[in-house]
């Protein structure tokens, strides 16, 4: 196959508009990505394998909720908290709390306070006094949320971008 210079210029006009596409879906995406990404790594480290019993302190679910910040978020009772739909709805009504009032005291909702807040408390983010051990939690959530939120920009372009650019 014989390249020439109108291809070359076409295969590159392609790769370029699929990395502006890539940058801009990142962008546009990245709140909403954000938590997404954050609820992803939080149930990676509450319950990566999905189990069904009761944690040590009766937690149950993929975010392993305890029965206080279930009855918070929701009507339903907490044994749906092992539904892994409603769960996902009780994740994102306590995410959104937790952002709001980490947000209302003058401090960045970032994945690091949001997950500090989730394991910790709020008086964890607030006060400023966590645990060594929530710090590492909330450490490894900030890290696994940035990983699934730069996968998350590749596979929303990455699917329709790879075809046309090879050919």
């Known amino acids: 196959m014989t390249w020439n210079l109108t291809r070359g210029r076409t295969r590159r006009r392609c790769l370029g508009a699929a990395v502006i596409?890539?940058?801009?879906?990142?962008l546009t995406g990245a709140r909403a990505q954000s938590r997404s990404a954050t609820l992803r790594a939080?149930?990676?480290?509450?319950?990566?394998?999905?189990?069904?019993?009761?944690?040590?302190?009766?937690e149950l679910g993929p975010y392993q909720f305890c029965a206080t910040t279930?009855?918070?978020?929701?009507?339903?009772p907490f044994s749906s908290a092992l539904d892994p739909e409603a769960s996902e709805v009780v994740a994102i009504r306590y995410y959104?709390?937790?952002?709001g009032q980490i947000e209302r005291h003058g401090m960045p909702a970032s994945t690091?306070?949001?997950?500090?807040?989730w394991n910790g408390g709020l008086r964890a983010v607030l006060g400023g006094h966590p645990t060594r051990s929530a710090r590492d939690y909330a450490q490894r959530a900030a890290n696994l949320a940035a990983d699934y939120d730069?996968?998350?920009?590749?596979?929303?372009?990455a699917p329709s971008a790879a075809p046309s650019?090879?050919?």
Request: aromatic share 8%; with cysteine.
């Open 96 to 99: 959104e709390w937790l952002k």
């Open 150 to 157: 730069r996968i998350g920009a590749v596979q929303a372009v």
């Open 165 to 167: 650019t090879l050919r």
């Open 21 to 26: 596409l890539a940058t801009s879906v990142f």
């Open 42 to 58: 939080i149930h990676s480290l509450e319950n990566p394998s999905d189990r069904t019993e009761p944690g040590p302190g009766g």
């Open 70 to 76: 279930w009855r918070q978020c929701s009507l339903q």
């Open 112 to 117: 690091y306070n949001i997950a500090l807040a």
